[in-house]
């Protein structure tokens, strides 16, 4: 029976991955399946086929659990930012407004109520499940969302309305819902009663972190726009090589920032 090396059975791995990511949008652009699916069908397959795999349990492995959800996500994230080339404006991105300020915080409302109502669970538990329910999947979203940004200018904002929402509201809705995730466990901590957790969560969690967040979005990606699209010096213009570098390095360095 053959021993499987874990250095060279990463790597395999890793190889056969990016191989997979590079053909997979292809070769499934007809059919009723995503990406996703295929990749979490193989994960399934894997840890239950090679024994000497770690247990994937995400509670004994909670830390790692947590970052690679993390690195999914702002990735996830990134990419739908990166898709849209609408200049931002009150009446340009007036889907995406209304999907955020009203739709948004209805399905919020409307699936606590189920929580407290249909599946019996506290208030706290009710938010928290509708905190992480509520919001478009960016992943899901971007089988649906707009193509590549655009290389002409008259083409600027031609793209279908629906699919500018969804991708618009997908790369937004995390930030909005993450406030009502730390008012989950505020409640849970210190009780229903308003006045012991609305000064704090009001000033906290949403003046600050909502604040800083799109304060240091904004200048990172106002900063690295010019670096990549505006430098004198066109060598250092790396939007024109490297689009895949680029759009990691300004994932990380923008998310580490802030």
């Known amino acids: 029976m053959p021993v499987f090396e874990a250095p060279s059975f990463i790597y395999a791995a890793a190889g056969l991955a990016v191989l997979a990511a590079a053909l997979l949008p292809r070769l499934l652009m007809r059919a009723p399946i995503s990406m996703p699916m295929v990749f979490l069908g193989a994960g399934v397959l894997a840890f239950s086929l090679i024994e ?11 830390d790692f659990t947590t970052h690679l959800a993390e690195v999914c996500v702002i990735i996830s994230l990134m990419g739908a930012g990166l ?15 209304r999907l955020l300020g009203i739709a948004m915080p209805l399905c919020i409302l409307g699936l ?3 929580g407290l109502w249909v599946l019996g669970l506290g208030i706290a538990a009710a938010l928290l499940v509708a905190a992480a329910l509520a919001p478009t999947d960016p992943v899901l979203a971007s089988e649906v969302q707009v193509g590549e940004p655009s ?4 083409d600027l ?11 618009s509201e997908a790369g937004l809705n995390d930030g909005l819902a993450f406030p009502f995730v730390y008012l989950a466990i505020a409640i849970s901590l210190v009780g229903a009663a ?3 957790w609305f000064p704090e969560w009001i000033a906290l969690d949403v003046a600050w ?4 967040g799109c304060l240091f979005g904004f200048g990172m990606g106002k900063l690295l726009g010019r670096l990549f699209f505006s430098a004198r010096i ?10 895949g570098f680029v759009a990691l390095a300004a994932t990380f360095l923008t998310y580490g920032l802030t």
């Open 83 to 97: 898709a849209l080339d609408r200049r931002v404006g009150r009446k340009r991105w007036a889907t995406t407004w």
């Open 234 to 243: 066109e060598t250092v213009r790396l939007a024109n090589h490297s689009e």
């Open 209 to 212: 972190r909502l604040g800083i």
């Open 194 to 196: 308003p006045g012991a």
């Open 157 to 167: 904002g031609g793209e279908d309305e629906v699919r500018f929402g969804l991708t």
């Open 112 to 114: 606590m109520l189920l």
């Open 52 to 62: 000497t795999l770690p247990t994937p349990d995400p509670v004994a492995h909670g």
């Open 151 to 154: 290389e002409s200018e008259e």
